[in-house]
């Protein structure tokens, strides 16, 4: 974090009736004692909400992250490098992994810079050692480093053995359409009955959403060929969001609480009947930085992974 914004390691803890309720007692408390407590209320959010966002984007290796969170009445506030407990509340904020901030372990599910290649396998960085199969793929420049390109007619990436996220989750990956003509998958978890989840480019560029069997959102914007975007999809409760570049475009709603079973993610492929059998829908270009979280991040922790690569993030 900047050092324009010192941070103390241990947590400062905040409480609404200090605030807003001043320590007079009824027979002397003046009689513009509204207007005293509403004026404090009011500094005390503005305070907070000048300090929050900065917190928020910047990082660093010296000094801790600021969190707020709410539990009744109160409000902490600590830094993530703080070994004291925070009070939150029980719809807790979604941490990204941010590079020189240790990755919250219970929160990233899978990362992949695709640096590397050993045999048909590149590594998993996030920590949980879930290395993804490539078929027919290739290294090549990518969007930080290297990447995958994938040839439009059989390479994908398969990655088995994870335990996907069912309800909340974040699924963001920097795209190189060669092309947008034809539909082109850019990522499916399937049900044994057909019924998971979907990503994928429509004819000309705009971005389609599937989940449990239906069309969730269509966005109109249309992603370009031969250039880069930031693609990420999110679920939180049951409003799922699309943004591009960071920037938050159509969403829809789905409240299934999905079950993929032994299904596989796969990347640049769709599998029309059940986990993997009539492959179709192929993507051609490159892809990179593919991360996976089972909560939904926000806007501007989508825009801080994405200008971040992946093997610079800690583990």
Not at 30 to 36: D, E, I, K, L, Q
Request: net charge neutral.
């Amino acid at each position: 974090m900047s050092s324009r914004w010192p941070v103390s390691k241990k947590p400062i803890l905040i409480t609404l009736d200090s605030v807003i309720r001043p320590p007079w007692r009824a027979a002397d408390r003046p009689r513009s004692h509204r207007t005293v407590r509403a004026t404090r209320l009011i500094c005390t959010l503005l305070i907070l909400a000048a300090f929050a966002q900065p917190a928020l984007l910047l990082g660093g290796s010296d000094t801790g992250l600021l969190i707020f969170g709410w539990s009744g009445a109160k409000l902490s506030v600590s830094t993530e490098n703080s070994s004291e407990p925070i009070a939150t509340s029980s719809n807790s904020t979604c941490v990204a992994a941010r590079p020189h901030v240790p990755r919250s372990t219970a929160q990233i599910v899978a990362a992949y810079g695709f640096e590397e290649i050993n045999g048909n396998k590149t590594p998993d960085s996030s920590g949980t050692s879930h290395s993804a199969t490539l078929i027919n793929a290739a290294l090549t420049m990518g969007r930080f480093g290297e990447g995958i390109v994938l040839n439009g007619t059989n390479a994908y990436v398969r990655i088995d053995e994870l335990s996907w996220p069912r309800r909340d989750y974040t699924y963001a990956v920097w795209v190189f359409p060669h092309t947008v003509n034809g539909w082109r998958a850019l990522l499916e978890i399937q049900t044994p009955e057909s019924r998971g989840i979907e990503l994928a480019i429509a004819p000309g560029g705009p971005i389609e959403m599937w989940s449990s069997g239906r069309l969730r959102l269509r966005n109109g914007i249309r992603l370009p060929a031969a250039a880069w975007t930031h693609v990420a999809l999110t679920r939180a409760g049951s409003l799922i969001t699309v943004f591009l570049n960071g920037v938050a475009q159509r969403a829809g709603r789905d409240s299934t609480v999905l079950d993929f079973g032994n299904c596989p993610a796969l990347i640049g492929v769709d599998a029309d009947f059940g986990c993997t059998d009539k492959l179709n829908g192929f993507f051609s270009g490159v892809i990179d930085e593919l991360q996976i979280y089972d909560c939904a991040l926000s806007a501007s922790e989508i825009r801080l992974i994405m200008d971040v690569p992946v093997d610079q993030m800690s583990n």
